[in-house]
């Protein structure tokens, strides 16, 4: 009688250890689960990003090469009325909000401002913040992303030239307000766990 005691009392002690065993077993897995999936989320979301990126340099670019050609027209013409309207109104048909133009500034050599759509207020006035300063020493397109929140933008950089020298440069700034609410979206996104 003794030994059946014994022997149950083996059999629950195997039981408890192999269900604990498998417990953790089982956790262990689940976590491995876990961070797999969270890695692949990762990997998506910077993929993404990179595209969202690719996608808003290639648009700048689209938009930035006819515009060139027109304000190094109209300036080769001393057609600057119509420069001004041109600007204004690409930055005003754009829709900054979802990644449009947000501004456009054309300065001469002199840091000058011909047109800036950002105010009435700033025609004509000079230049001297090192953003600028470091524009309009540039000889060939550059791109290239700063501000922080609503504010950010991916400013491409062009050398405007007349008659093979450079007359100034033009400043198109591309807001990348969509691109970074939808990477804070995806990075404060719940984990895969937390969805299912």
Known sequence: ?????????????????????ITVLVA?????????????IERELERRVTLQR??????????AEPLVRQVQNDIASFNFSNLG??????????????GGLSYAILMGNDRMTVV?????????????DQRSLDAAKRTTGFVEEFGEGPDAVMEFT???????SQWGTLRLGYSLQ???????????SPSPRDRG
């Open 85 to 98: 309207n041109v600007l204004n109104q690409q930055v005003q048909q754009a829709d900054a909000a979802a």
């Open 54 to 63: 690719a996608i808003l340099n290639e648009r700048g670019t689209t938009i």
């Open 158 to 164: 062009v050398p405007i030239k007349v008659s093979e």
């Open 178 to 188: 969509v691109l970074n609410s939808e990477i804070c979206l995806l990075y404060t």
């Open 116 to 128: 800036d759509t950002r105010g009435p207020d700033r025609m004509g006035v000079e230049l001297t």
């Open 1 to 21: 009688m003794q030994d059946a005691s014994v022997k149950r009392g083996i059999r629950w002690k195997l039981l408890i250890t192999m269900v604990g065993l």
């Open 28 to 40: 262990i897995l689940a976590a491995e689960n876990v961070l797999t999936q969270t890695r692949i």
